[in-house]
């Protein structure tokens, strides 16, 4: 069993930053490949970011384009969102992942075992 806890988030300028925290509990945290995931209001959860257990491999989604940075401290069991260049679209609610099996589906929700409660972020225009 995996606990993530979600922190980071509040409001921003468009063109501001923020950046995003995931504290991970329960087990051996260098064990999951982890994600984040957001849901803007009125919308279903999207990909926005991976990275493998070593931290060595991570993908992005296409609306990502070079401002959002993943990455991972696994001596201190967190994973970070780096978010620059914040834009009004990417208001949502940011969730951190882990437990997945098919690493082929790592754009997929459906398959993470492990989820935050997480973290609200707002751009304002």
């Given at each position: 069993?995996?606990q993530l806890?979600?922190?980071g ?5 468009a063109?501001g ?11 051996s ?5 982890m994600a984040?995931?957001?849901?803007p209001?009125?919308k279903?959860?999207?990909?926005v970011?991976?990275?493998?257990r ?6 992005y ?5 070079g401002?959002f940075?993943i990455?991972r401290d696994n001596?201190?069991?967190?994973m ?5 260049n914040l834009?009004?679209g990417?208001t949502?609610?940011?969730?951190c992942?882990?437990g997945?099996?098919?690493y082929?589906?790592y754009e997929t929700p459906?398959a993470?075992k ?5 973290t609200q972020?707002?751009?304002?225009s």
């Amino acid at each position: 069993q995996v606990q993530l806890v979600e922190s980071g988030g509040g409001l921003v300028q468009a063109g501001g930053s923020l950046g995003l925290s995931c504290a991970a509990s329960g087990r051996s945290f260098n064990m999951d490949a982890m994600a984040w995931f957001r849901q803007p209001p009125g919308k279903g959860r999207e990909f926005v970011a991976h990275i493998s257990r070593s931290g060595r491999s991570t993908y992005y989604a296409d609306f990502v384009n070079g401002r959002f940075t993943i990455s991972r401290d696994n001596a201190k069991n967190t994973m970070l969102l780096q978010m620059n260049n914040l834009k009004p679209g990417d208001t949502a609610v940011y969730y951190c992942a882990a437990g997945i099996d098919s690493y082929n589906l790592y754009e997929t929700p459906g398959a993470y075992k492990y989820w935050g409660q997480g973290t609200q972020v707002t751009v304002s225009s």
